[in-house]
């Protein structure tokens, strides 16, 4: 399958080194400075395009998703930042007859940590002895804070039926993959659950293992 890098940093050069293992070839790279307003998101240039991953900024996000969608491309979305447009992206993805999977966290491991605090406030919600509170560190580079991860988490615990406040706190520095925690705290005692990525590798392998899952299909998917 033929594979497009909408947002070609980092995070993009790792997908690109990856994408083999994953039955891709990257036919198309698209960053700042070949893909200035959408520039680069042309029929031409998509041609024989199968998934596009788009991994820009939460600025220009949604408009790269209306273009990809207008083109017909199947597409995964790890920008985070931009869920407040859910709904323009919905309707994109809903009129162009496209799949799309996104999430603001791709890591198998943090998956798995949003189901451990999903059941552990679950199983705290009637205890109102228990307070809680949410903390992510990230590289000084990342540009929103709190990240989607951490908004994410206090989701989960939201709907779980964790109904007390959740105090969240946020820290940029340095080159710092990425820690996210929470943390429950009573008179008694103190539960604390902890995720740190290592790199930046287990995310760029779960954005693959969703483009190859979205080749092909319909409708908005939500990891």
């Given at each position: 399958?033929?594979?497009?890098?909408?947002?070609?940093?980092?995070?993009?050069?790792?997908?690109?080194?990856?994408?083999?293992?994953?039955?891709?070839?990257?036919?198309?790279?698209?960053?700042?400075?070949?893909?200035?307003?959408?520039?680069?998101?042309?029929?031409?240039?998509?041609?024989?395009?199968?998934?596009?991953?788009?991994?820009?900024?939460?600025?220009?996000?949604?408009?790269?998703?209306?273009?990809?969608?207008?083109?017909?491309?199947?597409?995964?979305?790890?920008?985070?930042?931009?869920t407040a447009q859910l709904d323009r992206v919905q309707a994109a993805v809903?009129?162009?007859?496209?799949?799309?999977?996104?999430?603001?966290?791709?890591?198998?491991?943090?998956?798995?940590?949003?189901?451990?605090?999903?059941?552990?406030?679950?199983?705290?919600?009637?205890?109102?002895?228990?307070?809680?509170?949410?903390?992510?560190?990230?590289?000084?580079?990342?540009?929103?804070?709190?990240?989607?991860?951490?908004?994410?988490?206090?989701?989960?615990?939201?709907?779980?039926?964790?109904?007390?406040?959740?105090?969240?706190?946020?820290?940029?520095?340095?080159?710092?993959?990425?820690?996210?925690?929470?943390?429950?705290?009573?008179?008694?005692?103190?539960?604390?659950?902890?995720?740190?990525?290592?790199?930046?590798?287990?995310?760029?392998?779960?954005?693959?293992?969703?483009?190859?899952?979205?080749?092909?299909?319909?409708?908005?998917?939500?990891?």
């Amino acid at each position: 399958m033929n594979l497009a890098i909408v947002g070609y940093g980092k995070m993009g050069r790792l997908i690109e080194q990856l994408a083999p293992e994953f039955g891709f070839t990257v036919t198309l790279k698209l960053d700042e400075f070949n893909n200035v307003d959408g520039a680069g998101m042309t029929a031409e240039n998509f041609r024989g395009v199968d998934v596009a991953v788009e991994f820009s900024t939460p600025h220009t996000v949604v408009g790269n998703i209306e273009r990809l969608a207008a083109l017909g491309v199947n597409t995964v979305v790890g920008t985070t930042g931009w869920t407040a447009q859910l709904d323009r992206v919905q309707a994109a993805v809903e009129m162009a007859n496209i799949g799309l999977v996104w999430s603001p966290n791709f890591s198998i491991g943090v998956n798995v940590f949003f189901r451990l605090v999903s059941e552990a406030a679950r199983l705290l919600a009637n205890e109102p002895a228990y307070a809680a509170w949410g903390w992510e560190i990230h590289h000084s580079a990342k540009k929103d804070a709190p990240s989607g991860t951490l908004v994410k988490l206090i989701e989960e615990m939201r709907k779980a039926g964790y109904s007390r406040p959740v105090d969240a706190g946020s820290n940029r520095a340095g080159w710092h993959p990425g820690t996210h925690e929470i943390g429950f705290d009573s008179a008694a005692d103190t539960i604390t659950l902890r995720h740190a990525a290592r790199g930046r590798e287990g995310f760029a392998r779960g954005a693959l293992t969703a483009a190859a899952g979205v080749a092909g299909k319909k409708g908005l998917y939500e990891v």
